[in-house]
């Protein structure tokens, strides 16, 4: 189970930090947070692998700075220079690098507006 968190209202050029918690140890999944805008599909915003590799979105590019902490099993988002590009549901998910198989979670609303 995932739970993100950090969501909210904030103005353009702002910062937020969203937080993901799973239920059990992250330590051999690859993790990424995703976001949702309305009418658009589901897109990546930052990655992270199990050995700590990173990419990001083109979009988000030196403002997001993703990070994961195995020892408290979260994923975190940390989000500078915001935009009202970046409104969106925004979800963490876990792969399961052997299998491929994926985990979500519920998602957080952000909302970049003056």
């Known amino acids: 189970q995932l739970q993100a968190s950090g969501g909210g209202l904030v103005q353009p050029g702002g910062s937020l930090r969203l937080s993901c918690r799973a239920s059990?140890?992250?330590?051999?999944?690859?993790m990424g947070w995703y976001r949702q805008a309305p009418g658009k599909e589901r897109e990546l915003v930052a990655s992270?692998?199990?050995?700590?590799?990173?990419n990001y979105g083109g979009t988000v590019k030196g403002r997001f700075t993703i990070s994961r902490d195995n020892a408290e099993n979260a994923l975190y988002l940390q989000m500078n220079f915001l935009e009202p590009e970046d409104t969106a549901i925004y979800y963490c998910?876990?792969?399961?690098?052997?299998?491929?198989?994926?985990?979500w979670g519920q998602g957080t609303l952000v909302t970049v507006s003056s």
């Open positions: 998910q876990l792969e399961q690098p052997q299998t491929g198989d994926r985990y």
């Open positions: 059990e140890s992250t330590f051999t999944f690859n």
């Open positions: 992270v692998s199990n050995i700590g590799g990173i």
